[in-house]
């Protein structure tokens, strides 16, 4: 780098102003112009094939960098529709578990309902036995007083 520096000055100091002057009102520099530099050769390039290709690698450019911005959409939109995916699942899961667990209650509700029905007509059953033997009993009590009245 230093050399090229050093080189560029050497040139700079060899031209006469009449070729820099020159060279402000022809701005087309000699075709195939090249320069020597202690031991590097210079070649002059074509201005308008070198415009030519650096807007053709801007243009790569441009275009890689779209392509990179359409692919990394491409995948934060595929990221985007799985999270939604598993929010959907997740919320069916949800919704199915409390489904299961309501009719699993309402089920339970009604089998202690039910239950609770057959043991209270068991029991009115019962008393109801109960009390025809206790009516059976207080007959047979009056009759047995009246049979003691009768004979006594």
């Known amino acids: 780098m230093a050399s090229t520096v050093s080189a560029y000055k050497e040139k700079m ?47 790569r450019l441009e275009a890689a960098e779209e392509r990179r911005k359409t692919q990394e959409a491409q995948v934060l939109k595929q990221l985007a529709e799985r999270r939604e995916h598993e929010r959907e699942v997740l919320h069916k ?3 199915e578990n409390n489904n299961f667990s309501r009719l699993a209650e309402e089920k339970l509700n009604y089998k202690m309902e039910l239950s609770k029905e057959i043991r209270e007509a068991h029991l009115a059953a019962l008393r109801e036995r109960l009390r025809e033997k206790e009516l059976h009993a207080a007959e047979v009590r009056r009759n047995k007083e009246q049979r003691e009245e009768m004979s006594g």
């Open 93 to 95: 899961a949800l919704e």
């Open 13 to 59: 100091k060899e031209l006469s102003v009449l070729s820099l002057i020159c060279s402000c009102f022809y701005s087309q520099p000699h075709p195939n112009t090249i320069y020597q530099y202690g031991d590097m050769e210079v070649k002059q390039l074509d201005k308008r094939a070198s415009g030519q290709s650096f807007e053709e690698l801007q243009k």
